[in-house]
């Protein structure tokens, strides 16, 4: 066995806590706060499902169970993201 070679770099992303508003996020040095009235995704998830999240890329997260991806960029800027639903609704 070989331990001189070193293994996969990580970076820390983790969940450190689940309230009834939101759950925050520790990312590298910094924490966010995603609130259940802006990600409604989170809102019906398991606390398993919430904190089961990866780091897919730098900028980016992602939860497997639920489908869900959050770009970093939009929790440190949010008022350059809004959350405006773009769809249109069709009247009979």
């Not at 169970?65 to 809004?82: F, G, M, N």
Request: aromatic share 14%; glycine share 4%.
């Amino acid at each position: 066995m070989n331990l001189s070679s070193p293994g996969d770099a990580t970076s820390l992303c983790e969940v450190t806590n689940i309230t009834r508003h939101g759950f925050w996020l520790l990312v590298d040095d910094h924490e966010y706060f995603v609130p259940f009235t802006d990600y409604a995704a989170f809102r019906a998830a398991t606390v398993i499902q919430i904190y089961a999240v990866e780091r897919v890329a730098p900028d980016q997260l992602y939860w497997p169970a639920l489908d869900v991806d959050i770009d970093l960029r939009a929790l440190k800027h949010p008022e350059s993201y809004p959350l405006v639903f773009k769809g249109s609704l069709q009247n009979g």
